[in-house]
């Protein structure tokens, strides 16, 4: 019960716990978590570590990802899904909130939420998800400064950078870029829509050394790989952002339109989490356990 429990809390941060897992030999997987029962899923099935995406976080919220949200809005997030599952967390920072000086405030909020890591881009706003087209690109220069930033504010928070700029700028492009971010101080970068396999291959090369991050969302321009093969292209980190965000809304869409169907839920029941599954995950029985261990009720008269 780490949400309410001091002693099952890790006791190295969450930047250097996820440090710790980058710096293992097999990539690292990080599946989209977009609230904390979602992470202790994620959690009971053998992640070591997670990812909460900003896209999947507006969806949630019944909005676009075009950077309306704030970052007090995503550090709620971050503080539910770090607290119910103990886990490092990278977060998806979009542009960094503003410029240099709020780039720094949004590392301070996220690392005392319980991030562990954190990505910046370099589009400009209203920013787009990633695999859309008519993004429009940051200087160099100005996402380099706004990376600086990030590492001067951070104290064991993992940076990492995100170029877009393959799209508009070529491979080349995205390379240079890249170089740049690393020498300004981010310690791993994520290019972001690549369409092959072999520009993700020729990305690495460009990069030897540097930690890199690839993105395994659906329904996007890069071409379906496993973590395994990721990892044989060079890549030390592996996202899929929204995933589990899609099934859950895939499953509520049937569950309301067997409910106006029908007039009832017998016939989804076979789909549902039971009552007993739902309370495994949470916890329930744990959380009254403590609450019994602590608080005795006592009967007027009885003392």
Same mark, same amino acid.
């Given at each position: 019960?780490?949400?309410? %429990?001091?002693?099952?809390?890790?006791?190295?941060?969450?930047?250097?716990?996820?440090?710790?897992?980058?710096?293992?030999?097999?990539?690292?997987?990080?599946?989209?978590?977009?609230?904390?029962?979602?992470?202790?899923?994620?959690?009971?099935?053998?992640?070591?570590?997670?990812?909460?995406?900003?896209?999947?976080?507006?969806?949630?919220?019944?909005?676009?990802?075009?950077?309306?949200?704030?970052?007090?809005?995503?550090?709620?997030?971050?503080?539910?899904?770090?607290?119910?599952?103990?886990?490092?967390?990278? #977060?998806?920072?979009?542009?960094?909130?503003?410029?240099?000086?709020? %780039?720094?405030?949004? %590392?301070?909020?996220?690392?005392?939420?319980?991030?562990?890591?954190?990505?910046?881009?370099?589009?400009?706003?209203?920013?787009?998800?990633?695999?859309?087209?008519?993004?429009?690109?940051?200087?160099?220069?100005?996402?380099?400064?706004? #990376?600086?930033?990030?590492?001067?504010?951070?104290?064991?928070?993992?940076?990492?950078?995100?170029?877009?700029?393959?799209?508009?700028?070529?491979?080349?492009?995205?390379?240079?870029?890249?170089?740049?971010?690393?020498?300004?101080?981010?310690?791993?970068?994520?290019?972001?829509?690549?369409?092959? #396999?072999?520009?993700?291959?020729?990305?690495?090369?460009?990069?030897?050394?540097?930690?890199?991050?690839?993105?395994?969302?659906?329904? +996007?321009?890069?071409?379906?790989?496993?973590?395994?093969?990721?990892?044989?292209?060079?890549?030390?980190?592996?996202?899929?952002?929204?995933?589990?965000?899609?099934?859950?809304?895939?499953?509520?869409?049937?569950?309301?339109?067997?409910?106006?169907?029908?007039?009832?839920?017998?016939?989804?029941? +076979?789909?549902?989490?039971?009552?007993?599954?739902?309370?495994?995950?949470?916890?329930?029985?744990?959380?009254?356990?403590?609450?019994?261990?602590? %608080?005795?009720?006592?009967?007027?008269?009885?003392?």
């Amino acid at each position: 019960m780490p949400y309410l %429990v001091a002693d099952e809390l890790p006791r190295e941060s969450a930047g250097s716990r996820f440090r710790q897992l980058l710096s293992q030999p097999q990539i690292l997987q990080l599946p989209g978590a977009h609230n904390g029962h979602a992470a202790i899923q994620a959690k009971r099935a053998g992640f070591e570590a997670l990812y909460l995406s900003g896209a999947a976080m507006t969806a949630s919220m019944g909005l676009p990802d075009l950077g309306i949200i704030t970052v007090d809005e995503v550090a709620f997030f971050i503080r539910q899904i770090a607290r119910a599952s103990g886990l490092p967390l990278l #977060v998806d920072g979009d542009t960094g909130y503003g410029e240099a000086l709020n %780039v720094m405030h949004m %590392v301070r909020t996220f690392e005392e939420a319980g991030a562990g890591a954190v990505h910046l881009e370099d589009q400009l706003l209203p920013k787009k998800c990633g695999h859309l087209n008519d993004k429009k690109l940051a200087d160099a220069h100005d996402m380099a400064a706004k #990376v600086t930033a990030a590492a001067k504010a951070r104290r064991d928070l993992v940076i990492i950078a995100r170029t877009d700029a393959a799209a508009s700028e070529g491979l080349d492009g995205a390379i240079a870029r890249a170089k740049l971010y690393v020498e300004a101080g981010a310690d791993a970068i994520f290019p972001e829509a690549l369409t092959t #396999v072999d520009m993700f291959r020729d990305f690495a090369k460009a990069m030897p050394g540097v930690k890199l991050l690839a993105n395994m969302t659906e329904f +996007g321009r890069t071409p379906y790989q496993t973590a395994a093969e990721f990892e044989a292209l060079g890549y030390s980190m592996v996202i899929w952002p929204v995933s589990s965000l899609r099934v859950a809304n895939k499953a509520q869409e049937k569950l309301y339109q067997a409910i106006k169907r029908d007039g009832g839920t017998k016939a989804m029941l +076979g789909e549902m989490q039971t009552r007993q599954e739902l309370y495994d995950v949470i916890g329930l029985h744990d959380y009254e356990a403590l609450d019994a261990s602590i %608080v005795k009720t006592i009967v007027p008269g009885t003392e």
